[in-house]
């Protein structure tokens, strides 16, 4: 029983530190062009980032299942 509590308890702190990332790019949906300084939100949970001249944006850290 003890064995079986220790291997549970690693699982939850390994769960806890898995992070992700959310990479892309916005663009014109006629002309394909990079879409610069637009807004990008995050639901649930409201990060947020705008994008860069190229038109790409990064989401870096996220907790696991969100």
């Keep these: 029983m003890l064995a079986g509590l ?6 939850d702190e390994l769960a806890q530190e898995l992070t992700g990332s959310i990479i892309g790019t916005v ?3 006629t002309t ?3 879409v610069p300084t637009v807004g990008i939100v995050l639901e649930p949970g409201g990060a947020s980032a705008l994008t860069g001249s190229d038109g790409n944006y ?3 850290d996220l907790k696991a299942g969100t």
């Design 27 to 29: 663009a014109d949906a």
């Design 58 to 60: 990064m989401f870096t």
């Design 32 to 34: 394909g062009e990079p």
């Design 6 to 11: 220790a291997l549970y308890s690693c699982k």
